[in-house]
């Protein structure tokens, strides 16, 4: 089932080339029919990528007390364990570690202690290179997002600046290490890896190992696997690209199933409008498609007017009970 989801070559992209307008058609009608893309040709060093794999599953290996020292603070990034993140309401089975922009400490943004931003905790006594290989590949890929909201912008008739102008100079940007530990064959489980959800953002560039798990629901509202395909990364549209495109661009339900027997690893990175940004639907487009009823937490992403930061803290907070309380 896995051809409903495009594999598209985003190179001319990447390397700024003549060829870019039948990328970006390709684009276009992923984001219209599916939400979801796989992408190719995306420059990624297939080294940085192989060390990142390496250094998470090591850094997941690490006794609990250990990967403690990184755990999830106010500020909402570091470790949490199998358990801790409720995504549709129950508890998944993953462990993880969420990083976020790394800040220097004398930084406004990092003086107000602005959730979701650095400077992290990284685990520099047990896995001192953890730090600059995260920082590596989260740098490469803040690039890589750049290129892509080009073609997104490129794809929807509009100046390839037009995000970068209006919302992605600073973007907010995140990584998360997940591990979804592996069940006994003969466990039964209501719960989910990830329970099904939408992102929040702009753009999710997801690298997945080689197991296999993630789902994604179609428009005539069928589950399909979005296995890996090697050396690509699977691309999603999130809340605030489906309300800049008043839908027309959807922000598609996903999850991930438990696995039997195999550990799975994956590294969703995040390209977000800038967290103090207001996103708006783009002037003159004549569509707002009201979604509020079939969307999983049924609350629209027209409603709501706050900055893209509010966004995602009310998103987490619903997913983290005991981060509201220990914020507030
Ligand atoms: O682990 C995966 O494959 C999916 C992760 C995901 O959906 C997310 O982090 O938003
Ligand atoms: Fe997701």
Same mark, same amino acid.
């Given at each position: 089932m896995s051809n409903k989801i495009p594999i598209i070559d985003v190179s001319a992209f990447v390397n700024n080339t003549?060829?870019?307008?039948?990328?970006?058609?390709?684009i276009n009608r992923a984001c219209r029919e599916v939400g979801f893309f796989y992408i190719i040709g995306h420059g990624i060093d297939v080294n940085l990528q192989l060390k990142l794999e390496e250094i998470s599953k090591k850094f997941f290996?690490?006794? #609990?007390e250990s990967k403690l020292k990184t755990k999830r603070d106010a500020q909402l990034i570091g470790y949490f364990n199998v358990g801790d993140h409720l995504t549709s309401g129950l508890p998944d089975i993953r462990e993880g570690i969420w990083i976020g922009e790394e800040l220097d400490p004398d930084d406004e943004i990092a003086k107000q202690k602005t959730p979701l931003h650095g400077p992290n905790s990284f685990p520099d006594d047990d896995l001192p290179e953890f730090?600059?290989?995260?920082?590596e590949y989260m740098n490469c890929l803040v690039?890589? +997002?750049h290129k892509l909201v080009e073609c997104l912008a490129l794809s929807l008739g509009l100046e390839g600046s037009y995000f970068y102008d209006? @919302?992605?100079?600073?973007p907010f940007h995140q990584i998360g290490?997940?591990? @979804?530990?592996? #069940?006994?064959?003969?466990?039964e489980v209501k719960n989910? +890896?990830? +329970?099904?959800?939408?992102? @929040?953002? #702009? #753009?999710?560039?997801?690298?997945?190992?080689?197991t296999g798990g993630l789902q994604i629901k179609t428009q005539s509202n069928e589950w399909i696997d979005a296995p890996p395909i090697e050396n690509s990364f699977i691309c999603n549209i999130g809340d605030m690209m489906d309300r800049?495109? +008043?839908g027309i661009y959807k922000s598609t339900l996903h999850r991930v199933k438990v696995q039997l027997e195999k550990d799975r690893y994956s590294f969703p990175f995040f390209f977000e409008p800038n967290f103090f940004s207001k996103v708006k639907m783009i002037d003159g487009l004549n569509t707002t498609i009201e979604d509020k009823e079939n969307r999983w937490d049924k609350v629209s992403v027209y409603d709501f007017d706050g900055t893209y930061g509010e966004y995602i803290l009310n998103k987490v907070y619903a997913a983290v009970p005991e981060a509201q309380t220990s914020i507030q």
């Open positions: 003549e060829n870019k307008t039948e990328v970006a058609e390709q290996e690490l006794p #609990l730090r600059h290989i995260i920082l690039n890589l +997002g209006r @919302y992605t100079k600073k290490l997940s591990h @979804y530990p592996p #069940l006994k064959s003969n466990t989910w +890896g990830f +329970g099904e959800h939408t992102d @929040y953002g #702009l #753009l999710t560039i997801l690298k997945q190992d080689k800049i495109t +008043g």
